[in-house]
């Protein structure tokens, strides 16, 4: 697939560098070349060259990887038809599909299987961080298995069944980081409380508005006599003369 540049349109993605995950130009170009493995062999073709990751990706089975690194680490096959090949990769989205052409006159059924034959547990280590708190840990990498896997491609031929072993595969395993924290915890002083003797009473909160007044009993009515009816004046009558009216 040539240098990985900027100029010929590779971009930054996760790599595996030493064991970890680390961005790099032209990360993920080892999807196309494990894709053209997974082709070459089921189409019988003879891989002369190829290289398992050093730790396991998720987009093809374990076993069924290949990795390149150019002038490095490469993917080499072998046409071991009489006829002529021809490959095509279209690219549609983010999925890549490899097409491998020949005279169907050789073609055979092929399957491909796995073992896993040892599983390597991840070990624990810590790491002093100066800029974590005395006391914390922060897991800085997750810890994965590692396994060693064997892989066989059976070639099935008028009926009979012909089992290739195809070079075991490696993984190693991702040990798990643990941050342990060494920053000095500030300390906070709290001032001693006073004694009792000394200590000021609480005060107490004024009495909301209607609560509290004295209550003061509603005065007494003083119950008044109706004043005496006056009596009518006395009329004065004349007393009759005993003799004549003088006029």
């Keep these: 697939m040539g240098p990985r540049s900027q100029e010929a349109g590779y971009k930054d993605a996760p790599i595996i560098l030493n064991e970890n995950l680390v961005p790099g130009l032209g990360g993920g170009v080892c999807q196309v070349s494990s894709t053209l493995y997974n082709a070459v ?10 290289v398992n990751h050093s730790l396991p990706v998720p987009y093809v089975p374990l076993g069924r990887d290949a990795t390149v690194v150019y002038g490095a680490v490469d993917l080499k096959f072998v046409n071991t038809t009489p006829s002529y090949i021809y ?14 052409y020949g005279n169907t006159r050789y073609k055979r059924r092929v399957e491909i299987y796995t073992k896993t034959v040892k599983v390597f547990e991840p070990k624990k280590k810590y790491e002093q961080d100066p800029n974590l708190e005395a006391g914390k840990e922060v897991v800085k990498q997750a810890g994965k298995r590692g396994y060693r896997v064997e892989t066989e491609r059976w070639v099935w031929n008028n009926g009979a069944v ?9 993984y ?22 006073p004694p009792p003797d000394e200590a000021t009473p609480p005060e107490t909160p004024p009495p909301a ?12 009515e003083e119950t008044q006599e109706p004043p005496p009816t006056p009596a009518p004046p006395a009329r004065e ?3 009759p003369s005993s003799g004549p009216l003088t006029p």
Excluded: H, M, Q
């Excluded at 012909?162 to 490696?170: D, F, G, I, Y």
């Excluded at 508005?209 to 007494?220: H, I, K, L, Q, Y």
């Design 41 to 50: 062999l089921l189409a019988n073709l003879e891989v002369t060259e190829r």
């Design 87 to 100: 490959l095509k990769a279209p690219v549609r989205g983010s999925r890549i599909t490899i097409k491998i």
């Design 162 to 170: 012909t089992r290739e072993a195809l070079p075991a595969s490696l």
């Design 172 to 193: 190693k395993p991702r040990d798990e980081i643990v941050a342990v924290g060494t920053k000095p915890v500030p300390t906070t002083v709290t001032p001693p409380s």
């Design 209 to 220: 508005a209607g609560e509290g007044e004295p209550s003061v009993p509603p005065a007494a």
């Design 237 to 239: 009558e004349a007393s």
